[in-house]
């Protein structure tokens, strides 16, 4: 019903830059909450950032001043520009939305997206 897909990932030097991005699509009526999460192996997924729908924004503490969390609500789409990168940054960045639907009702629910891989070299 809805699918997220993430893009944009790819290997960078440290001290690099990388822009994120992920479309929503499908059933949507409007999207609340987009963010987004990255794991690093053996560590638990984290939130990286996140945005609402008015554009109030929420970023880890890690990442804050080097990365801008950004929406496009006509393309249902969030970006993240990743900027001075770190090797710390290495993981796979996951895209969330907390969408609302109508099927004869409305619903709300979150959705994963299959995540993409960012590399970052020392």
């Known amino acids: 019903q809805v699918q997220l897909v993430e893009s944009g990932g790819g290997l960078v030097q440290a001290g690099g830059s990388l822009r994120l991005s992920c479309a929503a699509s499908?059933?949507?009526?409007?999207?609340?909450?987009m963010g987004w999460y990255r794991q690093a192996p053996g560590k638990q997924r984290e939130l990286v950032a996140d945005?609402?729908?008015?554009?109030?924004?929420n970023y880890a503490d890690s990442v804050k001043g080097r990365f801008t969390i950004t929406r496009d609500n006509a393309k249902n789409t969030v970006y993240l520009q990743m900027n001075s990168l770190k090797p710390e940054d290495t993981a796979v960045y996951y895209c969330?939305?907390?969408?609302?639907?109508?099927?004869?009702?409305?619903?709300?629910?979150?959705?994963w997206g299959q995540g993409t891989q960012v590399t970052v070299s020392s």
């Open positions: 945005i609402t729908n008015s554009g109030s924004t």
């Open positions: 969330n939305a907390e969408v609302v639907t109508f099927v004869m009702i409305s619903r709300t629910s979150g959705y």
């Open positions: 499908g059933r949507i009526f409007s999207i609340n909450t």
